[in-house]
């Protein structure tokens, strides 16, 4: 079966740090990019960062820029979320997301693009 897997969140103290790991299985992203969306209770679904299946040229939503780090496991089809000086703000259902092709005209941090998601991971930070 086509489908992204996540692993990791839970709860932590401000300031603390969580890892968010997305597995692909049944895709192959050659040329393809994938990404971080989080929601929060009575919001809209927003972009956290996305990356290229190459590995290459991250961008963040400034809200979480210097604080997380998006990157790409190639060998084990993965892309991860790497999540410090977590703040109360950054509680949300984290789901990773991923559509081939991506190009430098594909709008990243739109959700309205990708194809494929995960089941989402709850990530809670207390104060």
Known sequence: AQQLVQSGGGSVQAGGSLRLSCAAFGLTFS???MAW???APGKER???ASIYASGFFKIYADSVKDRFTIFRDNAKNTVSLQMNSLKPEDTAIYYCAAR???NSATRR????????????????VSS
């Open 109 to 124: 941090l739109d959700p309205g693009v990708y194809i494929y998601w995960g089941q989402g991971t709850q990530v809670t």
């Open 46 to 48: 927003e972009a956290v």
């Open 31 to 33: 040329g393809g990019c």
């Open 100 to 102: 081939a092709p991506c």
């Open 37 to 39: 969306f989080r929601q």
